[in-house]
């Protein structure tokens, strides 16, 4: 029996963790549908410019508005969100399979290919993120396709990294002897006994990691980088915003407020799924 | 003769379901006792231990009935000075010694930190005590102990480690939680070996959680059974092993003859 | 021809970085012993002596620095083909380690049963019902996982898997040294049992001189990797006087009060 020790825990003070679970799901699932269904949902072409009605404010024909070109800000949102999670999602993956293939041999067959391997990772680590990226859009040229090469070239070490400390820590444990002893293949022992024993930690990775993918590409297209006009993505909307902060403030904080509320999803849902596998099954 | 600690009516349930982990036990433990708890796992016994420190999450356990330490009774104690009661006067030995040191600090450095939170003193002075207690406990080379960290010490060692640090301390009760369930045999009878100098040195009670009834065997005055939350026997060392009342007790002693076999002690 | 047997074994552990190297440590030295179909030898000594290198050898898990490791007369890390493996199976310490959390009862126990037989879903699940049995436990507790059960029962479960494939041999290491005294009782006798009517061999490693005694035929005592000792017979055993059988009895604690030494 697990006996309960007397520990802090940040979710107990708001309330159900349970209900955080849903509520997160929930939210997640109908703006994924929501993006998915934007040629049907959206009201208007989010190209369609319009100078007759630039910066107007909340009506029945345009529900948020519209920008500085008269576009729809609701439809830029909805087809935003396709760019934003559809990408972000590519993105985290692509990184996270190329990671785990990897990380997982790595860690499984030990020795040089070891050594090989993390020192590359090393090397990829040494620099800050960001800044790796940005040279390698410098190297590529602006565009989305060039900076979610960059992001999933950057991306995957961390990854492989994390994989490989599970399988090794994986690789001590007797039922993996044990399953040597039993006559199993090397590639049955990975399907059968490593990968079901990675995959919670990987969902609760997982689902943190997204955030940061959703802020990576917003980031780069609020610097220009990523997504180029007319292009409808998130952090593009801000940075086109950004020159309306006085004025209509609210062509940055819509789309502002969408990147917090989908990154709080997230993380909330990273922290609940945490909770759940976070208490091993196993006794001891 | 007054005893060190008392336990009265001690019940532990589950709040959920109100389900009785532990019902209704009392037991007593004098200055330079030893008491033994014995019971199959499961029975109740580390939960007893953890309960008697308070360390139970509350939210999810209820705990009534009275401790009294001295003229205290923990139950009524807050959390700040519970703190200063767990460690300082009542000491902790866990089953599995790797698990109570933090891994990235060195013996040295949780060592005299623990010293510290309880006795104003210098960090001069509390390395010449972790030294000394250290030397206490026959480990060699004391001073390449303090810089080493806790995976570079074995089971045996640790809990070795871990009777030095109470021996800084000088608690007045000692709760040893299956001390030698994880060590081989000839490192069970040195940490045994120990927890008796520090008894006859300093007095201390122990509260002794053990399977094994050769542990008991060897160290207990008195003795207390346990299955599923109840105290089914309480008798002294002597007396239990002769004449044992309760059927489960006869049961218990069967196993344990039963598996010695051959070798005379 | 004796089941097992090894050959002056030696093994050394020496980390072999990128660039460092660091000292070689000696775990195993010039190791020789055999072992007969149906009998079981208690292998003791304190831990750190080599006992479960030993046990990884005999398992062909790591293959020896020197030395030749025959099973059945064949060289376990010579031939090419691993099905000695189907003879030669293993019940750990930590049954909660020594098991894939992951799984059901039912495929544990079968996982040896489907890597070396060819048998048919119904055959399958006629067999592992059978060993269930065999081991003490019933058949409906197939479909539940590692932690639905008590340390002893899984263990039964890891014994289970063992004898599925009708070995010949099982390497015990520490098998019951993780079990209360109930249990640990229990199991010995069930493995006693097992030995009899299925005519296993066992290499009893362990550190506990009573679980040794209680299932073993011969005996020896490795000490920092050396074999200091061989005892042919139980009688022989308990009646030694040299240096490391008395090491041994001095460190085994009093079963009854009036024969403690710790307290006076």
């Known amino acids: 029996m697990n006996v309960p020790l007397g520990r802090p825990r940040l979710l107990d003070r708001l309330s159900n963790q349970r209900l955080i679970l849903i509520g997160c799901s929930v939210f997640l699932g109908l703006l994924f549908l929501a993006a998915l269904a934007a040629p049907w949902l959206a009201p208007h072409d989010p190209y369609l410019v319009n100078l007759a009605v630039k910066l107007q404010g909340p009506s029945w024909t345009y529900p948020l508005g519209t920008d500085q070109l008269g576009r729809c800000t609701l439809s830029r949102l909805l087809y935003g969100a396709r760019v934003s999670l559809g990408f972000a999602v590519l993105i985290f993956a692509s990184s996270l399979l190329i990671g785990l293939l990897i990380g997982t041999l790595a860690g499984y067959i030990g020795g040089w290919v070891d050594q090989l391997l993390m020192r590359f990772c090393d090397g990829v680590m040494a620099f800050p993120s960001l800044i790796l990226v940005l040279g390698l859009v410098g190297i590529f040229g602006p565009g989305l396709k060039q900076v979610i090469i960059a992001l999933m070239l950057v991306q995957w070490v961390y990854y492989a990294r994390m994989f490989r400390g599970l399988v090794m820590t994986l690789k001590e444990k007797n039922f993996i002897a044990a399953a040597r002893v039993n006559g199993s293949s090397h590639w049955k022992i990975f399907r059968m006994h490593l990968l079901p024993n990675i995959l919670p930690p990987l969902l609760v990775i997982g689902t943190l990691e997204m955030g940061w993918a959703i802020m990576d590409i917003s980031a780069m297209s609020f610097l220009g980088l990523g997504v180029q006009s007319p292009a409808a993505e998130w952090g593009a909307m801000i940075h086109e915003g950004k020159s309306y902060i006085r004025s209509n403030p609210e062509l940055m904080i819509y789309p502002g407020v969408m990147i917090m509320l989908v990154i709080a999803s997230f993380n909330l849902l990273g922290e609940s799924l945490s909770e759940r596998f976070g208490v091993n099954k196993q006794s001891k | ?250 049961q218990l002693l069967a196993q344990h003859g039963v598996q010695a076999g051959g070798m005379k002690a | 021809m004796s089941l097992l047997q090894l050959e002056h074994v030696s093994h050394r552990y020496g980390n072999q970085r990128f660039l460092a190297r660091q000292a070689e440590q000696t775990v195993l030295q010039d190791v020789s012993l055999t072992l007969e179909a149906g009998t079981c030898l208690g292998l003791l000594g304190r831990s750190g002596a080599g006992k479960s290198t030993l046990g990884r050898i005999l398992l062909g898990l790591e293959r020896p620095k020197a030395g030749r490791v025959l099973f059945d007369g064949q060289d376990i890390y010579e031939s090419a083909s691993k099905d000695y493996r189907k003879d030669i199976q293993v019940v750990f310490q930590d049954s909660f380690a020594a098991v894939n959390p992951k799984l059901t009862a039912g495929q544990i126990i079968a996982e040896p049963l489907t890597n070396f037989l060819r048998l048919s879903p119904d055959a399958l699940h006629d067999r592992l019902g059978g060993l269930m049995i065999q081991v003490g436990l019933s058949a409906t507790d197939l479909t539940k996982y590692p932690h639905q059960f008590s340390g002893g029962q899984l263990q039964r479960i ?107």
């Open chain 2, 1 to 250: 003769m007054k005893p060190v600690l008392s336990v009265e009516q001690l019940t532990i349930e589950t709040i959920a379901d109100g389900q009785p982990l532990v019902q209704n036990i009392s037991f007593q433990l004098a200055a330079g006792q030893i008491v033994g708890l014995v019971g199959e796992s499961g029975c109740g016994k580390t939960v007893t231990s953890l309960a008697l420190l308070r360390l139970l999450d509350e939210k999810v356990i209820r705990q009534s009935g009275r401790i009294w330490l001295d003229e205290t009774d923990l139950m009524t104690l807050s959390d700040r000075t519970l703190r200063r009661v767990r460690g300082g006067q009542i000491a902790f030995i866990m089953q599995n010694p790797m698990s109570a040191f933090t891994p990235v600090f060195t013996i040295g450095h949780q060592l005299m930190e623990t010293i510290r939170t309880h006795d104003r003193c210098s960090k001069r002075e509390a390395k010449d005590r972790a030294l000394e207690a250290l030397r206490e406990v026959n480990l060699e080379q004391p001073d390449r102990i303090l810089k080493a960290y806790p995976f570079e010490l074995s089971g045996g060692m640790l809990q070795r480690v871990m009777i030095a640090l109470a021996v800084c301390l000088r608690p007045h009760v000692l709760i040893a939680d299956e001390p030698t369930t994880a060590l081989d045999v000839y490192n069970q009878k040195l940490v045994l070996y120990y927890l008796e100098k520090v008894r006859a040195t300093y007095d201390t009670a122990i509260l002794l959680i053990s399977h094994d009834l050769s542990v008991i065997a060897e160290m207990a005055d008195h003795v207390l059974v346990m299955r599923d939350g109840e105290i089914v026997e309480q008798a002294n060392v002597f007396d239990l092993f002769d004449r044992p009342q309760h059927p489960y007790t006869r």
């Open chain 3, 158 to 264: 890891c014994i289970a898997r063992a004898i599925a494939t009708n070995p010949k041999l099982i390497i015990l290491d520490e098998a019951v040294s993780s079990l209360d005294m109930v249990n640990k009782a229990l199991i010995l006798d069930l493995l006693r049992n097992l030995k009899e009517t299925l005519g296993l061999a066992y290499v009893f490693i362990t550190h506990d001189v009573q679980a040794a005694q209680a299932l073993s035929d011969r005996f020896v005592i490795l000490d920092q990797g050396q074999l200091v000792g061989e005892y042919p017979t139980l009688l022989s055993f308990s009646e030694a006087t040299d240096e490391h059988v008395q090491a041994i009895r001095q460190a085994v604690l009093a079963i009854h009060p009036r024969h403690r030494t710790i307290r006076k």
